[in-house]
């Protein structure tokens, strides 16, 4: 059985098929994919490229463009971040916010992992569901901030936090 220490940051937070579609969409830059194609090279079937492709496209990592009766997709280039929209620069660093039942301890393997494939910093900041909703009603300026402003969410739904 995988556990987050040996599948890595991005295998304890992503399902392997929405990884694959990621990775797919990274490789293709600002060009617009076919779903089949993408599915072709992530090695899945259409019909799950097509399900991630959406999920993506709800939480505004990717968009769509219908081109006769096809729909292509690309990475959202006004996503934020500089991994996003592929403008790291070599000291970019990637800020993570985890808001869940994990403690620091729990994340320092898969950091320090993700931090060595990506030669780049990860700087980890872990909250309670309770916590961060304290925070939040507190307003905190940085929880404010982030929760107010453009994020990623790689798994769960933002209205879990609201």
């Known amino acids: 059985m995988a556990t987050a220490r040996n599948k890595g940051m991005l295998g304890a937070l992503l399902p392997q098929t929405r990884q694959l579609v990621l990775r797919e969409l990274v490789r293709s830059g600002e060009e617009w994919v076919h779903i089949h194609a ?3 090279n992530a090695g899945i079937h ?3 490229a097509r399900r991630e492709l959406r999920n993506l496209e709800a939480a505004g990592i990717a968009e769509s463009n219908r081109v ?3 729909v292509h997709f690309r990475l959202n280039p006004r996503c934020p971040g500089s991994f996003a929209t592929g403008d790291t620069r ?3 660093d990637v800020d993570l916010m985890i808001v869940g039942d994990l403690s620091l301890k729990d994340l320092a393997a898969p950091i320090a992992e993700a931090q060595r494939e990506l030669a780049r910093e990860v700087n980890p900041s872990v909250y309670d569901v309770a916590d961060y909703r304290e ?3 507190r307003t905190d300026s ?3 901030r982030v929760h107010r402003g453009e994020r990623i969410i790689l798994q769960g739904d933002s209205d879990e936090l609201d």
């Open 38 to 40: 993408l599915a072709r």
């Open 135 to 137: 925070r939040l009603d």
């Open 90 to 92: 070599a000291d970019s």
């Open 142 to 144: 940085f929880i404010a």
């Open 68 to 70: 006769g009766g096809q």
């Open 46 to 48: 259409a019909a799950n």
